[in-house]
């Protein structure tokens, strides 16, 4: 049997819409993997009044998202190369998939410019992972799992924001790219970690998309 391939990867960011599983999926690759997790801060002042539709709230959302993860992810310039490894739960420029579908015309142009400097100072990962879920998956989970503000989110805006993130990972230069088709991943069964983890050291300076055996059925998993 031949020897598996080393992770190459030092800064792995997972991504998805939320519900997609990401945070869980960073902190078990880090478990598995080793290194240091990183993730994104759901905590914003504004965010019920957004959800109330309250004016200029959207805005106020967005500008203190973006501020956070800023500050978050320039304190990763500072880290030494051979510090451990990193996951994060987010990359930066998600950041403007939610701008473009909240915010108004002159708001985005404001908002462009703020985000225009401070990209400027983030690091890039080295891998990204997007977890592509459907409409009726993302609906389900947020009946489940979801908080009370979530809940009251229309279904043609979560429609929406899968198609937006859909479009901009499908449409990422930046690095190289791993698509999980994740309706039927299971982050509580060992054998798709380790699909996972064997699609990570498989991986290129380019982009994959991977469908997990489960697609398949029970039968077609992996050993």
């Known amino acids: 049997m031949p020897e598996k391939q080393e992770i190459e990867f030092k800064h792995i960011a997972v991504e998805g819409v939320f519900k997609s599983g990401k945070t869980k999926l960073a902190?078990?690759?880090?478990?598995?993997?080793?290194?240091?997790?990183?993730?994104?801060?759901?905590?914003?002042?504004?965010?019920?009044?957004?959800?109330?539709?309250?004016?200029?709230?959207?805005?106020?959302?967005?500008?203190?998202?973006?501020?956070?993860?800023?500050?978050?992810?320039?304190?990763?310039?500072?880290?030494?190369?051979?510090?451990?490894?990193?996951?994060?739960?987010?990359?930066?420029?998600?950041?403007?998939?939610?701008?473009?579908?909240?915010?108004?015309?002159?708001?985005?142009?404001?908002?462009?410019?703020?985000?225009?400097?401070?990209?400027?100072?983030?690091?890039?990962?080295?891998?990204?992972?997007?977890?592509?879920?459907?409409?009726?998956?993302?609906?389900?989970?947020?009946?489940?799992?979801?908080?009370?503000?979530?809940?009251?989110?229309?279904?043609?805006?979560l429609q929406d924001l899968i198609e937006a993130f859909d479009y901009f990972f499908f449409n990422y230069p930046a690095t190289p790219l791993l698509v999980i088709k994740s309706d039927e991943l299971d982050l509580a069964r060992e054998a798709d970690i380790e699909d996972i983890i064997d699609q990570i050291r498989q991986m290129k300076k380019a982009s994959l998309f991977y469908v997990p055996p489960s697609y398949a059925g029970k039968d077609a998993r992996k050993k």
């Open 27 to 157: 902190g078990l690759l880090a478990q598995r993997l080793g290194g240091k997790v990183v993730l994104d801060k759901p905590e914003n002042p504004y965010l019920k009044d957004f959800y109330d539709e309250k004016e200029g709230a959207a805005f106020l959302t967005q500008l203190v998202f973006l501020v956070n993860r800023y500050y978050q992810q320039a304190r990763l310039i500072q880290r030494d190369l051979f510090e451990e490894r990193i996951f994060c739960d987010y990359v930066f420029e998600k950041d403007k998939i939610y701008s473009y579908q909240t915010l108004s015309d002159d708001e985005l142009v404001v908002y462009e410019k703020i985000y225009g400097v401070l990209s400027e100072r983030i690091p890039k990962p080295d891998l990204v992972i997007y977890l592509q879920i459907s409409l009726p998956t993302f609906v389900k989970r947020i009946a489940k799992e979801g908080s009370a503000l979530e809940k009251n989110i229309s279904e043609k805006y």
